[in-house]
């Protein structure tokens, strides 16, 4: 059973930085598409940043630049770093597993089997 859990999110204002974990567990890690994916209120979810199963990095670009998705192995972990944040950046973030190499950029939500079950970012102006 993959199981994907989100932590790190909180209240900041802008220009601040936050540091998103999902923890993972239930499968073998490392051969899995990982990505991170947000969800305003009244909007559909969108891709932020996805690492595929070759570690290479894609990212949505209105956060190219601000943000970083990275992988520890050995702690079975994804991060997002977020920095630069601005209100806009506001949502629910969710980070996602797909048991195969995604399609680049690896951003759409329908190229992903397991989800988390998100934390809340708030950036206030």
């Known amino acids: 059973q993959v199981q994907l859990v989100e932590s790190g999110g909180g209240s900041v204002q802008a220009g601040g930085s936050l540091r998103l974990s999902c923890a993972e567990s239930g499968y073998t890690y490392g051969t899995y598409s990982m990505g991170w994916f947000r969800q305003a209120s009244g909007k559909e979810r969108e891709g932020v940043a996805s690492i595929d199963t070759y570690d290479r990095t894609f990212y949505a670009v209105t956060v190219k630049g601000r943000f970083t998705i990275s992988k520890d192995n050995a702690k079975n972990t994804l991060y997002l770093q977020m920095d630069s944040l601005k209100p806009e950046d506001t949502a629910m973030y969710y980070c996602?597993?797909?048991?195969?190499?995604?399609?680049?950029?690896?951003?759409?939500?329908?190229?992903?089997?397991?989800w988390g079950q998100g934390t809340q970012v708030t950036v206030s102006s």
């Open positions: 996602a597993a797909e048991p195969r190499r995604t399609v680049i950029p690896g951003l759409s939500v329908y190229e992903y089997t397991y």
